[in-house]
């Protein structure tokens, strides 16, 4: 595919659509993934998908519990060139890593490929046949700019890329975008070795801004928002911090909201209404510790958040939004309790929060994804033009992320006859 493919009315709009960004800007990733495509696989006839990233706007740490979260995609993605094959195999070449090979026929979980994006993709094979579905083999080149260690998921980007090469190639593109989501959680839970939640996976599978109820775990339900707060900027930023020896601070978390959910005799928090527990959680606060008490009423308020955050942002209430926003990182920094650890022993997130809010345009902040010792997450008016400068200084640029909410989630990318 020559270099003149990316250019004209078709590719201008797929790149301000995916990307919110002008051909120009972009032209170089797909010229750069063609010819890594004919080096690694000797042909340029290929078709393009694009995987994005995501972020959590509000609903911190309530999924595992079944609870409530607003999320939504960013222009951030995982971009991969596909060709044809007739062999069963898959091989995967991403810029600066070896080559990966899966034989569909035999996608067998391995110890020794435990944390690789190898078992990535066998585990989203697994999943397909394992649910009767079809696969196939298919030669891949990717590149991303999903940023990794930022809390936007970039392994689940990787794993979506695969399921809808799958759900395109062989099985007529007709899967929901939960079933992509749940192969790929699949994925990443049973061959990667990594537990983790829905909530990163359907939020890049959907696309857009959505609100997720996670009470039903297996078929979760999708409320999707009207994103029109066109003049605020998104930014993710790094605070620093090593998370090695966090593993017991996350799990703790649901534990203890699991710990307070058996004292009201059942086994998660969604299962107590939010009528039972301001009528009986006096009853159980001296029978658990204060943190998970403390913790079990930010799940309650967080999914009451959540809903009014989707209303504020159907009905544009921008400023109602960033007041709800707000009270989320505050809860998360109060009662959740997950902007410090003894473990990690600083404070970069609490001080990253604070210093931020002095910065002039920055309209809300909060605490994004696990915490403790991770990102947080910035809206600023784009009229106040200094605010990516004075993050830059603050954080360093390779630090700070500017968003865009991007509507699709992972999709074959259609360029069209240019």
């Known amino acids: 595919m020559a270099s003149n493919q990316f250019e004209g009315k078709t590719f201008d709009d797929v790149c301000k659509r995916l990307y919110s960004s002008d051909a120009e800007s972009e032209r170089a990733r797909f010229d750069e993934l063609v010819k890594m495509h004919i080096e690694a696989f000797n042909t340029s006839d290929v078709e393009f998908y694009s995987s994005p990233g995501r972020i959590e706007i509000v609903g911190n740490h309530t999924d595992h519990n079944g609870g409530k979260v607003l999320c939504a995609a960013i222009n951030f993605d995982t971009l991969a060139s596909v060709s044809e ?72 980007s990787f794993e979506l890329a695969i399921a809808e090469i799958l759900n395109v190639k062989f099985n007529g ?43 039903d775990l297996e078929e979760p339900s999708v409320e999707r928002a009207n994103w029109r707060f066109d003049d605020l900027d998104i930014f993710v930023i790094a605070t620093g911090g090593d998370h090695s020896n966090l593993t017991d601070d996350y799990a703790a978390i649901p534990h203890e909201m699991k710990e307070v959910a058996s004292l009201f005799g059942a086994k998660l928090l969604c299962e107590i209404s939010p009528e039972r527990w301001e009528r009986d959680k006096t009853n159980i ?73 002095l910065i002039e345009g920055v309209k809300a902040t909060r605490v994004h994804g696990g915490g403790f010792a991770g990102t947080i997450l910035a809206f600023a008016s784009k009229q106040a033009s200094g605010v990516q400068g004075a993050l830059n200084v603050m954080f360093g640029q390779e630090n700070v992320f500017k968003l865009c909410i991007r509507e699709s989630g992972a999709e074959k990318i259609e360029l069209g006859e240019l």
């Open 85 to 156: 094959r007739t062999d069963g195999i898959i091989e995967v070449k991403s810029k600066g890593y070896p080559m990966l090979r899966v034989n569909v026929a035999s996608p067998a979980f391995s110890v020794t490929e435990i944390g690789t994006s190898t078992a990535l993709i066998k585990g989203v094979v697994d999943y397909f046949v394992r649910s009767g579905k079809e696969v196939g083999g298919f030669s891949a080149c990717m590149t991303s700019n999903v940023p990794k260690g930022s809390g936007v998921s970039s392994s689940s």
């Open 173 to 215: 593109g007709q899967l929901s975008p939960i079933f992509k989501a749940k192969a790929s959680q699949y994925a990443e839970n049973t061959f990667f070795g990594k537990p983790s939640g829905l909530m990163d996976q359907s939020a890049i599978a959907l696309g857009g801004v959505n609100m997720i109820d996670f009470r």
């Open 285 to 357: 606060k001296n029978k658990t510790s204060e943190r998970a008490y403390l913790r079990a009423e930010h799940f309650f308020e967080e999914n009451a958040r959540v809903e009014k955050a989707l209303r504020q942002i159907d009905d544009r209430d921008e400023q109602g939004f960033l007041q709800t926003v707000t009270q989320s990182g505050l809860s998360s920094r109060y009662k959740l309790q997950n902007t410090y650890s003894p473990a990690c022993q600083n404070h970069n997130l609490e001080n990253a929060l604070d210093r931020v809010l």
